[in-house]
């Protein structure tokens, strides 16, 4: 009786609601946050029952479109994010874009990541529905904020609730990793902001090369920073910088970071990793990304770098 009672309130609540337009599809760019919180989005709005329709992964031709209609002054991952949402533009009539201010309460995240909503739309106009929530923990932890955009797409307060937590439980799952392993060589560390190390088309070929050198790489581990912010409180950048600061030179080989033309956080944060490296003894490099070159010259840089440390050892 209870189960048809429920029912029948709820199919008499959606009714005037609109489920269809509240469950229409939502666009997912595979770019920027979607690799800040990996799986959550999906898992929040798979619980709402919204379809999410993802742009496909990063190629040649996804660069060469960022290039052609971004502005030419953003950095890489912000150009492709341009590129991944004009190809979402055909296919659906809103997609997400949240305004990211703060991953972790103490923290900052950069700039450019607040105005995303409104340059989406400014780019965008007419194209589609930007659906946005302002991502502060400074301010409101992430399941409030969920439970918040939940309620803002017209779903109830237990519905949307429920979203949040198999969304922060997908996300948990996602960061979670196994410890690197003590035995065995030195390794190298690839660092770099989430959406880069994260997006296939951009860290792989770092990856593959060192593989191909017989050189054992790991790759920087999701995460947020765990002590206060000094010197830095850009969230990923003080993140790369804790981890960095942790590193044993009797284990760790060398460090490659995969940074992007025009970040301002990197270029306000390499000296802080160069010099933290460099006390430690530890190598390091840094490889820039951009539209034009991507990992031009890449293979030969790699192998550069592998053969000094080898020299010098
Ligand atoms: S941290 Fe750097 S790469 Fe990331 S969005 Fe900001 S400027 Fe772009």
Redesign the pocket.
């Known amino acids: 009786m209870r189960t048809f009672f429920s029912t029948l309130f709820r199919s008499a609540r959606d009714a005037g609601r609109n489920p269809a337009s509240i469950r229409r599809p939502i666009g997912l760019p595979r770019a920027?946050f979607h690799f800040l919180h990996p799986g959550l989005w999906e898992a929040f709005f798979s619980s709402l029952g919204i379809p999410v329709v993802l742009s496909t992964p990063t190629a040649r031709a996804t660069l060469e479109r960022a290039d052609l209609i971004s502005e030419t002054e953003?950095?890489?991952?912000?150009k492709l994010l341009d590129a991944h949402l004009e190809e979402l533009a055909s296919r659906v009539d809103r997609v997400l874009v949240p305004r990211i201010l703060s991953q972790r309460r103490g923290f900052i995240?950069?700039?450019?990541?607040a105005a995303l909503p409104d340059a989406v739309r400014a780019q965008f106009r007419g194209h589609f529905e930007v659906v946005t929530a302002d991502l502060d923990e400074n301010r409101l932890p992430l399941a409030r904020t969920l439970a918040g955009l939940g309620k803002q797409l017209g779903f109830d307060a237990a519905e949307s609730e429920h979203a949040a937590a198999a969304a922060l439980q997908a996300l948990a799952a996602a960061e979670a990793s196994a410890p690197p392993s003590d035995a065995g060589p030195k390794r190298f560390l690839l660092i770099g902001?989430p959406?880069?190390l994260a997006d296939a088309y951009l860290s792989e070929p770092v990856l593959l090369k060192m593989a191909s050198l017989g050189v054992p790489i790991d790759r920087l581990d999701f995460g947020s920073p765990k002590s206060a912010p000094e010197p830095l409180r850009?969230d990923?950048?003080a993140h790369m910088l804790e981890i960095l600061r942790a590193l044993d030179p009797a284990r760790c080989a060398g460090v490659i970071q995969l940074?992007?033309f025009?970040?301002?956080?990197?270029s306000m944060a390499g000296p802080y990793y160069r010099e933290t490296l460099k006390a430690a003894g530890i190598p390091f490099m840094a490889l820039t990304l951009d539209s034009h070159s991507a990992l031009a010259g890449l293979d030969t840089r790699l192998e550069a770098f592998v053969d000094s440390i080898e020299g010098r050892s």
């Not at 953003?74 to 912000?78: A, E, I, S, T």
């Not at 995240?109 to 990541?113: A, T």
């Not at 025009?262 to 990197?266: A, L, Q, R, V, W």
Request: proline share 8%.
């Open positions: 920027l953003h950095c890489l991952p912000v995240s950069c700039p450019k990541l902001h959406y880069n850009w990923t950048s940074t992007s025009n970040c301002g956080c990197d």
